[in-house]
Antibody, heavy 120, light 112 residues
């Protein structure tokens, strides 16, 4: 069974930092492209960024609102995905989901999400 | 970024009746490999999103066949043939052709 379990959320002041983790199991993590998606309170879904598998280059891409402040990384030895968030703003307040998918086969999985609140 | 526009944003439907959600993209979602990466997600209240449809019309495993997707280019539709109580939630179209991937605003389906 595929499982994605996020952790590391919490309350942080504007300008602060937070590191989210996602523990993956039940699939070939090292071959998977992984993503972070967020959802602000009462709002829709927004892509944060993605990291491709090392065999596909290991590159990262970010959405404009977080580029230069957020960094996605992965530890394939331990099946872990990370999101380092720096210079946090109140607009970053959201539930952050870890997810993985195939665009051409029936494989699409999300974690339960972790709440990040940026407030003074 | 590719803007995804859904309509309607609110959809009251009686049990057993059909429902339809439209999604329009700001540019073609046809990728150079021949695939059109248009997805539909369902998010029930308090739950994580769940994908229903990928590449316009392919149903994900376990998705009831009352859900169907259609369309091409920039215009897409999600149809529910007979709405059931468990279908209550918000539905999002999402394009995976152009980075950053983008979602529509969401359509909230409720039982009338």
């Amino acid at each position: 069974e595929v499982q994605l379990v996020e952790s590391g959320g919490g309350l942080v002041k504007p300008g602060g930092s937070l590191r989210l983790s996602c523990a993956a199991s039940g699939f070939a993590f090292r071959d998977a492209w992984m993503s972070w998606v967020r959802q602000a309170p009462g709002k829709g879904l927004e892509w944060v960024g993605r990291i491709v598998s090392k065999v596909d280059g290991g590159t990262t891409d970010y959405a404009a609102p977080v580029r230069g402040r957020f960094t996605i990384s992965r530890d394939d030895s331990n099946n872990m995905l990370f999101l380092q968030m720096n210079s946090l703003k109140t607009d970053d307040t959201a539930v952050y989901y870890c997810s993985t998918r195939s665009q051409v086969t029936s494989f699409d999985h999300w974690g339960q999400g972790t709440q990040v609140t940026v407030s003074s | 970024d590719v803007v995804m526009t859904q309509s309607p944003l609110s959809l009251p439907v009686a049990l057993g009746q059909p429902a339809s959600i439209s999604c329009r993209s700001g540019q073609s979602l046809l990728y150079s490999d021949g695939h059109t990466y248009l997805n539909w997600y369902q998010q029930r209240p308090g739950q994580s999103p769940r994908r229903l449809i990928y590449t316009v019309s392919d149903r994900d495993s376990g998705v009831p066949d009352r859900f169907s997707g259609s369309g091409s280019g920039t215009d897409f539709t999600l149809k529910i043939s007979r709405v059931e109580a468990e279908d209550v939630g918000t539905y999002y179209c999402m394009q995976g052709t152009h980075w950053p991937y983008t979602f529509g605003q969401g359509t909230k389906l409720e039982i009338k």
